[in-house]
Each structure stands twice: as C-alpha cells, then as structure tokens.
Nanobody, 126 residues
Framework: VQLQASGGGLVQAGGSLRLSCAAS????????MGWFRQAPGKEREFVAAVRWRGGYTSYADSVRGRFTISNDNAKNTVYLQMNSLKPEDTAVYSCAVAQRYLIVSVMPTPEAYDYWGQGTQVTVSS
C-alpha cells in the first residue's frame, strides 16, 4: 500500500486547510486510516482516524470540533478538514493505514498501523 499526502501549507491562525491522503496498491484490505502529527521536539501524536467501511471516526481531544476526517471509497482517499487552526497545530502531518480491524481504544496507537505516507507540513502563524 502506498500513501500520498498533500494539502499542507502556511495559514494564519483561525484559517483552514484540507489535507488529502490517497491510497494505492492493496487498499481493498484497508480497515482504518488515520492522521498523526509531529511537531519539532515532540513525540508523534494521534489526530484522527476513520474506519474505511462504516465511517466510524475518532478524534484527539485537542482537535475535536475543529477537524473533520472523512473518506471517499471510490477515490481511495481520506481527507482531514482543519478549521479554526491554532499555532499549536503546527506540525508535520502524516497519514497511515491499518489492514486490520481496530477497536476504538487502539485507533490512536501508531504501532497499530501498517503503512505510512510521507508527511506534509502544516504551519499556522499567529
């Protein structure tokens, strides 16, 4: 499975961005796709995830209500709509796919994911 993330950029606080992650390869067995982020000097943290079939979503508390994850099965693509961005959202955002069913409590765990895409930089200026 190959993942291609795009959509990052520089935006002012309060602005919006939409990230995309296109999957190719053996995507028919993908169960969960997630977004993680890593800021300089910090550990990678969970942002959001969606079950490929059924559409169940999970969010980190820090982004709930501001970010929305969605998937387009026909395009094998997952989106992360980010609104009301804050400077603390600045990070490299990466998408990942898990090729197994993940229970809700496991969805935020990076080790549960099998494939990772390259990151896309999101910078929010104050």
């Amino acid at each position: 499975v190959q993942l291609q993330a795009s959509g990052g950029g520089l935006v002012q606080a309060g602005g919006s961005l939409r990230l995309s992650c296109a999957a190719s390869g053996r995507t028919v067995s993908s169960y969960v796709m997630g977004w993680f982020r890593q800021a300089p000097g910090k550990e990678r943290e969970f942002v959001a995830a969606v079950r490929w079939r059924g559409g169940y979503t999970s969010y980190a508390d820090s982004v709930r209500g501001r970010f929305t994850i969605s998937n387009d099965n026909a395009k094998n693509t997952v989106y992360l709509q980010m609104n009301s961005l804050k400077p603390e959202d600045t990070a490299v955002y990466s998408c990942a796919v898990a090729q197994r069913y993940l229970i809700v409590s496991v969805m935020p765990t990076p080790e549960a994911y099998d494939y990772w895409g390259q990151g896309t930089q999101v910078t929010v200026s104050s």
